[in-house]
Each structure stands twice: as structure tokens, then as C-alpha cells.
């Protein structure tokens, strides 16, 4: 266990008696325990395996490379149709959780496969996500948004795309690459500050 990690666990709240079974679970496979990302994350080998988190109406494992396991019981959950990699195994009790820590061991332990097997998700390039008509029309006629675009690294044209795609109205389209086109040109990401 790590003192970083206690304050996670100590804090009055929903989850407390289902993140502590999850602790334990995953201690037992014998992985390091970090706080990453304001979370009890565990990792081998320097390497995310998986975190715990909660939600109001669930809390959850992750695992990071989710994608990759076999989920021999079809347990693990895609949170969104854009997360490529992790996977979530939901929980709304304690005892779904006790039920099922055999098989929530096993999955560590194939996590651990993965990672030791040096096994990578292939991710979707860039270029394969949707680019709304609003945006490609502005690339077109600002060759210099154009290019600070380009010189964004992937994730962050990613979370633009993603951002600007999610509008369902043209007129919402445009308003968010109107907004953001300045940050854009000044080389940050949607959520940089």
C-alpha cells in the first residue's frame, strides 16, 4: 500500500467499502500501487495496468490495455465508441465485486501478459478520424491554421476532431472552430491553458 494513496480511500463517499475490495484484489496480484491522475493507479514494471475510479452511479477498474484481453467472461466495458484502448469492468455493489475476484484476478494477471509481452494497442491514426466539412472548409482557406494544425501533435488534432464532430448542429460546428481557431494557431490543445 502507498501513504500517497490512502487519502483516495480515507475520503467519506459513495464507494469507499467497493474501492477498498478492488485494493485488495489488485494488491493481491502483487502489482505497485501510484496515485496517478488523482486515482489509485497499479502498475509492473513502471507500466499503467490498471486504475480505480468512481462514477455516481458506478465505480470501476480499468484497464489500461483492456482491448488487448481476451475478457473470457465479457465483463469489460468500451466507456465511449472513441476510447481505443482501455476497458472498464463497472461495479454497483460490493458484492458483484466479491463474486467475481477470481476472474477480476485473472484479468490482472493477463494485463501483466500483455505488458511483459511488450503487446501495443494499434490506435487509429488521425487521418482516420472524421474531419467536419465546417473545419476542412477554414484549413482550406487559412493556410495558416492549416499549418499550426498540422504541427499539433496527433492527440491533440485528435481531441479537436473529436470536439468539432460531436456538435450535431453546422451552425455549433462552426461557433466551436471559430473559437478555437486562435488556440489552434498558438499551437495549444483544446484543453491547454
Known amino acids: 500500500m502507498n501513504p500517497k494513496v490512502d487519502f483516495f480511500f480515507n475520503k467519506p463517499g459513495k464507494w469507499q467499502e ?8 489488485i494488491l493481491d496480484c502483487g502489482l505497485t500501487e501510484e496515485l ?10 513502471d ?13 470501476a477498474l480499468l484497464f489500461h490495455k483492456g482491448a488487448l484481453l481476451q475478457d473470457a467472461a465479457g465483463i469489460l466495458i468500451q ?5 481505443q484502448s482501455a476497458r472498464q469492468v463497472r461495479f454497483t455493489g460490493v458484492q458483484e465485486i466479491l463474486d467475481l475476484e477470481l476472474t477480476l484476478k485473472e484479468y490482472v494477471y493477463e494485463a501483466v501478459e ?16 472524421d474531419m467536419p466539412e465546417e473545419f476542412r472548409i477554414k484549413l482550406d482557406e487559412n493556410p495558416k491554421l492549416k499549418a499550426a494544425f498540422e504541427a ?4 491533440r488534432q485528435r481531441g479537436y476532431l473529436l470536439y468539432f464532430s460531436q456538435a450535431k448542429q453546422a451552425k455549433t460546428r462552426m461557433a466551436r ?13 483544446l484543453n491547454d491553458l
Open 47 to 59: 507500466s499503467n495496468i490498471v486504475l480505480i475510479h468512481g462514477f455516481k452511479d458506478y465505480c
Open 114 to 129: 500483455v505488458e511483459k509481452a511488450g503487446l501495443k494497442v494499434a490506435l487509429k491514426k488521425t487521418a482516420e478520424f
Open 18 to 25: 467497493a474501492y477498498a475490495q478492488l485494493r485488495r484484489i
Open 177 to 189: 472552430v471559430e473559437k478555437y481557431t486562435p488556440q489552434i494557431l498558438d499551437g495549444k490543445g
Open 36 to 45: 496517478k491522475w488523482g486515482v489509485p493507479c497499479y502498475t509492473f514494471n
Open 79 to 83: 466507456q465511449t465508441e472513441n476510447v
Open 152 to 155: 499539433l501533435t496527433p492527440g
